[in-house]
């Protein structure tokens, strides 16, 4: 950003694009031997894992039976399945604490990514 003083004179550098202005005329850091291989957007070049595409994420149904509701939750959302409908007892009692009972899939069993499964407690 240029700066004006009382006198009139100018200092500093305007943006003209859309990159960050690092001020004075002052280059942006690049990445050098001390970097560790680190760029500033983000990503790092040395790693040697491929990108998984999403469709090759399969949700493998865990065995949920006499797991408590949040250990559920938790371990479908590991298995990369989501909580589909879940069927409650008519009356709860105030500390009773929920257990699934059954399960719509069998355990271990090989569904798409994100695969709604339901549970009975």
């Known amino acids: 950003m240029a700066c004006t003083t009382f ?5 500093g550098s ?3 694009s859309p990159q960050l202005d690092w001020g004075g005329g002052i280059p942006a850091p690049t990445p050098g031997p001390g970097s560790f291989g680190h760029h ?3 990503h790092h070049p040395t790693s040697t894992t491929p990108a998984v ?3 090759a994420i399969l949700c493998v149904a865990p065995n949920l039976i006499h797991m408590t509701l949040a250990k559920a939750e938790h ?8 909580l589909g409908k879940m069927r409650k007892p008519k009356y709860v009692g105030r500390h ?3 257990h699934v009972t ?3 899939v069998r355990a271990h069993s090989r569904h798409r ?3 709604l499964l339901n549970i009975w407690v």
Request: hydrophobic share 40%; net charge neutral; proline share 0%.
């Open 113 to 115: 990514h994100n695969y």
């Open 53 to 55: 595409a999403a469709s």
């Open 102 to 104: 059954a399960q719509s």
């Open 96 to 98: 009773h604490v929920l």
């Open 40 to 42: 500033l957007d983000g």
């Open 75 to 82: 371990a479908l959302r590991a298995a990369h399945c989501r």
């Open 14 to 16: 305007t943006v003209t």
């Open 7 to 11: 006198d009139g004179t100018t200092f």
